[in-house]
């Protein structure tokens, strides 16, 4: 499991481990949480001698490692992790013959593809991220056709959020926590999303499927779709308080915003306001999760109530800590050695 020790792989490690697998995780830091005796390696994913050590012996690859960041991350690094870090892994899996892989990717890669955005509809990225992420999938669709029996799995969610998450859901609760929060826009957008113990299930779910073969794409996002006010709406009520009336045009906010860009920027620190969030959060992100629905599975969790459960978990114990963000280097250096880059597979 790449990058097993963040907030996805905490979960996906206990739903692992309480099912009987031995997992091995590898990421550039060690859980902060009790891993239940998983072997632990500390290392990069575009350095190959580190994941063929990851590798060796294992029969799945779950692909979480990313740069994701809003902010603090140059464009070339987003391709450096996310493209480069894919294509090593795969190089991985053929020499040790792993034959089925699951690959978190993004909605980011359909960036400006008109609604209805389902898994067949045009991939239009407009970001770094999401265009490495697209990058990264064309590299496991290629080897999934590159060996007979191979199975790949892409999962597309949309904003994840929960218990133990420090990133957009966190910051919006705190914000609003701290009684300084401003309602950009009317908030009649709406926002897709995605609970962690829901996307976890799903992910499960769909990669033990006996007639998953190849190379399949499912969008992950929980329903019904919440509009921005009616997300708000509920945050203030599980914090006790009543969302204002009022709210400010979004030029005002991201002409605002601008200083904290700057400032992300020469401090490497992953800020809760930044441009790029304002315009996430007033921007209609509506996607469809049709496919993975019609599979027959069912989330376990409502999504009203996966908010709830995360304004709970604030109060109780997020309010007084902070998340760290661990930015991954720019360029790869691994145990003093430049790393080369790996070898290109060749669309069949």
């Known amino acids: 499991?790449?990058?097993?020790?963040?907030?996805?792989?905490?979960?996906f490690h206990q739903a692992l481990h309480e099912a009987g697998n031995e997992v091995i995780i590898l990421d550039l830091v060690a859980p902060k949480w009790d891993a239940d005796g998983a072997r632990v390696i500390q290392g990069d994913v575009r350095d190959r001698t580190t994941v063929d050590e990851a590798m060796r012996g294992v029969d799945a690859v779950l692909h979480l490692a990313a740069a994701h960041?809003?902010?603090?991350?140059?464009?070339?690094?987003?391709?450096?992790?996310?493209?480069?870090?894919?294509?090593?892994?795969c190089d991985a899996a053929e020499e040790h013959n792993v034959r089925s892989i699951c690959f978190t990717s993004t909605v980011a890669v359909y960036g400006a593809t008109p609604e209805p955005r389902i898994e067949a509809a045009d991939t239009r990225p407009?970001?770094?991220y999401g265009q490495s992420k697209l990058a990264a999938e064309s590299i496991f669709r290629a080897w999934s056709g590159?060996?007979?029996?191979?199975?790949?799995?892409?999962?597309?969610?949309?904003?994840?959020?929960?218990?133990?998450?420090?990133?957009?859901?966190?910051?919006?609760?705190?914000?609003?926590?701290?009684?300084?929060?401003v309602r950009v826009t009317n908030g009649e957008n709406i926002k897709s999303l995605s609970y962690v113990e829901n996307l976890i299930a799903a992910v499960l779910f769909l990669w033990r499927r006996e007639t998953l073969e190849g190379f399949e794409v499912y969008n992950y996002v929980d329903k019904p779709d919440l509009q921005t006010r009616e997300l708000l709406t509920q945050i203030y009520g599980a914090l006790g308080r009543r969302i204002p009336s009022w709210w400010v045009p979004e030029a005002v906010a991201l002409a605002a915003a601008s200083?904290?860009?700057?400032?992300?920027?020469v401090t490497r620190q992953n800020l809760a306001i930044s441009r790029a969030r304002i315009r996430k959060m007033c921007a209609q992100t509506r996607f469809e999760a049709d496919k993975v629905l019609a599979t027959g599975f069912t989330p376990p969790v409502p999504?009203?109530?996966?908010?709830?459960?995360?304004?709970?978990?604030?109060?109780?114990?997020?309010?007084?800590?902070?998340?760290?963000?661990?930015?991954p280097p720019?360029?790869?250096r691994a145990k003093g050695r430049r790393v080369r880059p790996p070898t290109q597979f060749a669309e069949e």
């Not at 499991?1 to 979960?11: A, P, W």
């Not at 133990?164 to 009684?179: C, E, K, T, W």
């Not at 200083?259 to 920027?265: C, G, H, Q, S, Y």
Request: hydrophobic share 35%; charged share 20%.
């Open 146 to 181: 590159s060996g007979s029996g191979r199975r790949c799995l892409i999962i597309r969610p949309t904003v994840i959020f929960g218990p133990s998450n420090f990133a957009n859901m966190y910051s919006l609760i705190r914000q609003v926590d701290s009684g300084f929060f």
């Open 330 to 332: 720019a360029e790869l």
């Open 126 to 128: 407009v970001t770094p």
């Open 69 to 89: 960041h809003d902010s603090g991350i140059d464009p070339s690094t987003y391709f450096s992790v996310n493209e480069t870090g894919a294509q090593v892994l």
């Open 259 to 265: 200083a904290f860009d700057l400032t992300a920027t």
């Open 1 to 11: 499991m790449t990058g097993g020790s963040g907030f996805l792989g905490r979960y």
């Open 303 to 327: 999504l009203t109530e996966g908010i709830e459960r995360t304004v709970r978990w604030y109060l109780q114990e997020g309010r007084d800590h902070r998340g760290t963000a661990h930015l």
